[in-house]
Structures are given as C-alpha cells and as structure tokens.
C-alpha cells in the first residue's frame, strides 16, 4: 500500500490484496457504531449500563435511609431508572453527533486497506493507519466499526455502503478478521 497523498496503486486492488470504500460519512454510521459497541463491548456495556445503576442504587439507598414505604420505593426506582436510561440514549447520540463534527468537514472519504492497514482519504484530510493502532472491531447491518480497547477513545467506522462492489465487504471483513479480534 503506498502512503503518499493517500492514494494505493490500482494493482494492489486488481490483486485482491486491498479492497476500496467510498462513502459520506453520516450522524447515523456513528449512533450505529456507538449502539453497537454499547452492546458488544465490555466498556460500551460498562458506560451504557453506569448511569442506570448509578440511579437505582442511589434510590434504593436513599428509600432505606429514609424508611420509604415500598410502593413509594418501587416507583422512585421505576422512574429513576427511566430517566437514566433516557439520559444514556441522548449522551450516545450526543456522542455521535460529536464525533461526525470532528469528521463532517472531510467530506466525502475514500479508504483503501489491505493487510498492512488502511489509507483513508477526504477533501480535506488524508491519514493512514497501522491495524496495530485498534484492538478489536464489531460489525453492524451497516458498519464495521474498528475499536481502539477498553481504555482507548479510538473508533473507526467504516460504512459497508462504500463498497466498490458486494464482495469487497467480504474482503475487508477478511482482512479484519486476520488483523483484529471480531466481538
């Protein structure tokens, strides 16, 4: 994979060694990509799941301390855990629309990657990166989404969309598969 200006030789894609995406990234990849790590990541479980517990355990405390006659304990956790709950779902897509801010300006991204890494370029911006750099990714219906680890903020997010063609989702899913561990 040649790294200069972001651009792969064609041979390399001929070969069958290097697939192509192109795509536009959008609000939604991201709140897909952070719903699917909220369900398959030990951390995204861990950060989805604080909040609602954090709240139970606080009413649960606070209605023994106070002698709460169970009815009102039963609805003070009811509501507390509906409210943390609902506070959980906007911080993700708060999250989300956050993160396609920072990408937003790019514009439209052509990323090229084979067992190396990936080269990914926009309008405005070109980066390669080594697979060393994620831990494991996870796939959704309409992304791959490339994890840096537990205590990592890195995350990728690659829209199947982009495909050149339908088997180059099998193929990147076949260098993923070789390069990162699959949640």
């Known amino acids: 994979m040649d790294t200069r200006g972001g651009e792969s030789s064609h041979q390399d ?24 790590r909220a369900r398959r990541s030990p ?46 779902v906007r911080g993700l897509r708060t999250m989300a629309r956050r993160m396609f801010s920072v990408v937003e300006p790019y514009g439209q991204c052509r990323m090229v990657a084979d067992d190396r890494g990936a080269v990914s370029t926009g309008e405005r911006v070109s980066f390669t990166v080594d697979w060393t750099v994620f831990r494991e990714y996870l796939e959704t219906p309409g992304l791959f989404v490339l994890l840096g680890g537990d205590r990592a903020a890195g995350v990728a997010v690659l829209p199947k969309r982009g495909a050149q063609n339908p088997a180059d989702v099998d193929r990147l899913r076949a260098i993923l598969d070789r390069s990162l561990k699959r949640l």
């Open 13 to 36: 894609t001929e070969s069958g060694t290097a697939v192509e995406f192109v795509y536009q990234p959008t609000a939604a990849d991201f709140e897909e990509a952070l719903r699917g």
């Open 43 to 88: 951390a995204g479980r861990v950060q989805a799941l604080m909040a609602p517990l954090v709240a139970a355990t606080a009413v649960v405390v606070f209605s023994v301390l106070r002698d709460a006659p169970l009815p009102v304990l039963i609805i003070s956790l009811v509501l507390s855990m509906a409210v943390a709950s609902w506070g959980t």
